[in-house]
């Protein structure tokens, strides 16, 4: 049985939302748990869920909550104590080191200990990356970890890459984000030839940021050589579009796309549900509609693909939305599942020597 | 009586649209136009709307069209002929320079000749700008001009500066843009004490790439200059929210924050259509529905903005999208009528200087 190390401290609404996600999901998937943190808090929270039968989450759909049943009995657990907890505005290259019994190092630890085969963390972005990094290793010939981000659109999904690990990027680190953008696609989302595209501005070759115009040949090359299949530059708006199964980009872009993405969707269905509340027809009429909106917000919340992959380093790694529910985290860990045993890090290796 | 000049070949349904527009904007705004083009099909475009009287167009909503009485003879027009147009492919330095009979290189000059107030264009960004450039010069003092884009909120309107003219940017044009940004905002939309963000990655100062971490210092002592009020950080969730009025970034990112904002609203929204079409009830719903989505449509459609302002540049010029209706031309016009006798372009310079 596989088993999955779990930053039980990590997230906005830890341990209860994280512990709660992963008791879920070992459930869900049949996977053994490794739950780091404090010990009489992880302990207090699966009485708890024990106690009462279920996990009370929302499904994707913000406001209504449903029980899932919970047989803590028939999950294989294991609680590993640390004593620290790195929070969301340290700074990174520091508390890393300098907390070293913190649980996201010691859940790392228990990836390249061998006792778990993938780690998820809800926590600090940063702080997430950098022990990956230091614990488990670059793959070897790999310049830079990259994150590689899922976003819902109407048929395939998208990958993103990379959706924030790094700001500042150089062609030759975007050209390596395709090749393991290529392997994630394949392998996680079973996209067999996926076409890979540069996130720009201006849809023809010679138009982007210096980044972009250096990069753009190179991917070209790899192009010619049947390494990748290069569609060229996809605009912000084509990100929705089926033009590339895989956009590449430097972190900083990257990030803002995912964070752009959530802020106008939330901005959006906002507008639609103040609209529906603004007289007593609107209100009928907001309350039929509900179960329609309720089935799109659930298609393009974040939520639903819970986690993003690190993909370079020497494990499994996912990174969870740091306002993790319970539904999140434990689509987090479904995420590391969906790659478990499919050998991403020794295919990357391969196309990159 | 202010006069503007049109670009009447630029734009995916030029000269149609683009005269529409035009003429509809002379009649509510009260202004003159100088229709710049092909003089035949311009005159061919007028008379037909002259023997039926009417605009046919969306207001913003996709679908429904509306008829908008034109009285053609109140309207004070006139017609400059020239014979060339630049497409939307061509290599922007090049056209202009050897197109000196192109409607928008036209267009210009009746603002640097003193014809006209400020210049309207939906055709090629890069041409548009690199002929107002060009014909008009820059604002002393100002490196590069910028494009402010103003994308709607749920309360007040925000301005993104750069949208797209500098694909790569220094920290020192990032100061100029906050500078023109607020001008901008105080002048346009009438923001009494507009506050400026930089679009980053992480909500704390020294997150953020390179150019972000470099221009926060410079920012933050302008604000400790009472020279702007600088609230830091805003990620890309954060533009939507009531953070900042103006948003600094460079030219790439701010295209790919609009790109995104309309690629995944369309995204949703066709979401929320094709679920409303999804079963007899649903049908049912949708159509009842319909009315209040349409307004949310109104709202967040960029045409209801219809051009974006190129800040920097001796003289007032307007950008318009290339997929301009009647209806976004006919605001891409308001969007200049918005800034005449503010005399802009010479607050700008006090600020610079």
Known sequence: MARIAIDAMGGDYAPKTIVEGALWAAQEYGIGLELVGRKEDIEAEI??????????????????????????????YTITHCSEVIGMGEAVGQSIRRKKDSSIVCAVQAVADGRCEAVVSAGSTGAAMAASLFGLGRISGITRPAIAVTLPRTEKPVVIIDGGANSDCTSGMLTQFAQMGVAYAKLSLG??????????????????????????????????????????????????KDKADVIVTDGFSGNIVLKVTEGSSSLLLNMIKSEFKSGFIGAIIGLLAKPFLRRILKRVNWEFFGGMLLLGVRGISVIAHGRSSAYAMKNAVGAAVKVLNKDINSKIAEKIK
């Open 47 to 76: 009485s708890r869920i024990k106690s009462i039968g279920y996990v009370l989450s929302d499904c994707g759909t913000k406001g209504r909550k449903r029980r899932i049943k919970i047989d803590v009995d028939k999950i294989d």
């Open 191 to 240: 996209i067999e030839n996926p076409k890979v595209g540069i996130l720009s501005i201006g849809e023809e070759e010679g138009k982007g940021n210096e980044l972009v115009k250096e990069t753009y040949p190179l991917l070209k090359q790899m192009h010619e050589e049947n390494l990748i299949d290069f569609v060229g530059n996809v605009e912000g708006k084509e990100v929705f």
